[in-house]
């Protein structure tokens, strides 16, 4: 999995959803986004958990930059280091 895939799914809000409540009736589907939640979740300090509860799907890195009064540098920068530690604790994780 690439860090722009990490990238993606916490954009579109996937780490504060509940995966089971989403209208998917593939298993498979349903069972590789609940791992991918698992091991963003895992690679997460408090404080990286609280940032990405800002991410719902409509919010973008200027809204997120706006709402946490930093520069949307410093949101795109905390959102890559998530995706890293991410992409390195999935590797690690045998499916």
């Excluded at 589907?29 to 408090?46: F, N, P, V």
């Amino acid at each position: 999995m690439a860090e722009d895939d990490y990238k993606s799914f916490i954009k579109a809000g996937y780490c504060n959803t509940d995966i089971n409540s989403l209208d998917i009736e593939n298993e498979m589907i349903l069972d590789g986004m609940k791992r991918m939640q698992e091991i963003i979740i895992s690679a997460c300090k408090k404080d990286d958990l609280h940032f990405l509860k800002k991410f719902n799907g409509k919010n973008n890195l200027n809204d997120i930059a706006l709402i946490t009064g930093v520069t949307h540098q410093s949101v795109s920068k905390k959102l890559q280091k998530i995706c890293k530690k991410s992409r390195k604790n999935g590797c690690q994780i045998e499916f």
